[in-house]
Nanobody, 116 residues
Framework: QVQLVESGGGLVQPGGSLRLSCAAS????????MEWYRQAPGKQRELVAG???????NYADSVKGRFTISRDNAKNTVYLQMNSLKPEDTAAYYC??????????WGQGTQVTVSS
């Protein structure tokens, strides 16, 4: 049974930093993409960042230069380093792991609130 556990969310002031982690168990995802999404109240879930098995990354325009996605295949874990946080970054953040045959798995979500 695959399980994704997220951690690292919280309350931070504008300009601050947070590091999110998402660790998977129950399978190996080293050869598949890993992604971070976010969903603010009243808005659709959006892709924030993705990383391929080879380490290539892509980012939403709104977070380029501020967020960094990385992965540790040995730990089956994906990270999202978030710097220079803005109030508009406030959302629930979800990780998504892809697997064989198009299967994909979601984390339970971790809340990030940016406020003074």
């Amino acid at each position: 049974q695959v399980q994704l556990v997220e951690s690292g969310g919280g309350l931070v002031q504008p300009g601050g930093s947070l590091r999110l982690s998402c660790a998977a168990s129950g399978s190996t995802f080293s050869i598949y993409p890993m992604e971070w999404y976010r969903q603010a109240p009243g808005k659709q879930r959006e892709l924030v960042a993705g990383v391929t098995s080879g380490g290539s990354t892509n980012y939403a325009d709104s977070v380029k230069g501020r967020f960094t996605i990385s992965r540790d295949n040995a730990k089956n874990t994906v990270y999202l380093q978030m710097n220079s946080l803005k109030p508009e970054d406030t959302a629930a953040y979800y990780c998504r792991f892809w697997s064989t045959g198009g299967l994909n798995y979601w984390g339970q979500g971790t809340q990030v609130t940016v406020s003074s």
